[in-house]
């Protein structure tokens, strides 16, 4: 019995033809990019306009995790900007396709210890509490919570000297 088997077919990695599996920072990358897509469609299709173009332009370019993650950010502010009823759609609807919004909890913890604590101690937090406050916005049941945002971020604005010397 006589084995011809090359290289390649003992190691399918070395061929180029097997795909290695993503890395957990790659479907992020890819998890960011369709959520971003996918609310930046909402957008259009409730305000249509070529905004939103140039939006998905700079979301296809996008080439760090980072870079969407401050995207989506972004976009979530916006959404309180959207009517309730299709707000509450969409973010079921990013939910049920993409799980908890891991960035969202982040800075809704980081929030919520600066409520805690009653001050806001860095522009770190500051940012958090800040982004959190902007997707809050304009949600009925959560507007004691906004008004207790914002006199915790115009507390921290109006200091004397703020934590990072400005």
């Known amino acids: 019995m006589q084995l011809n088997l090359s290289v390649r077919e003992l190691h399918p990695s070395r061929s180029g033809t097997v795909a290695k599996p993503p890395t957990a920072a790659a479907k992020e990358f890819e998890e960011l990019r369709a959520r971003a897509l996918r609310i930046l469609e909402v957008f259009d299709r ?6 939103w173009a140039g939006f998905r332009d700079v979301v296809q370019r996008a ?3 980072d870079d969407l993650r401050s995207i989506n950010r ?3 502010g916006a959404m309180s900007g959207l009517a309730p ?3 509450s759609a969409l973010e079921r609807e990013l939910a049920d ?3 908890a919004d891991l960035d969202q909890s982040r800075i ?3 929030a919520a210890k600066a409520r805690l604590h009653g001050v806001i101690r860095s522009e770190r937090e500051f940012r958090a509490v800040q982004a959190y406050a ?3 916005a304009g949600e009925r049941d959560a507007n004691d919570e906004f008004l207790a945002l914002g006199a915790l971020l115009d507390e921290y604005m109006s200091r004397s000297e703020l ?4």
């Not at 409730?46 to 905004?51: A, H, L």
């Not at 934590?163 to 400005?166: L, V």
Request: no cysteine.
């Open 46 to 51: 409730e305000d249509p306009g070529s905004t």
């Open 63 to 65: 080439k760090r995790v």
């Open 74 to 76: 972004d976009l979530r």
């Open 85 to 87: 009823d299709i707000r």
């Open 97 to 99: 396709r993409f799980g």
């Open 108 to 110: 809704r913890a980081l």
């Open 134 to 136: 902007d997707s809050i």
């Open 163 to 166: 934590p990072n010397g400005r």
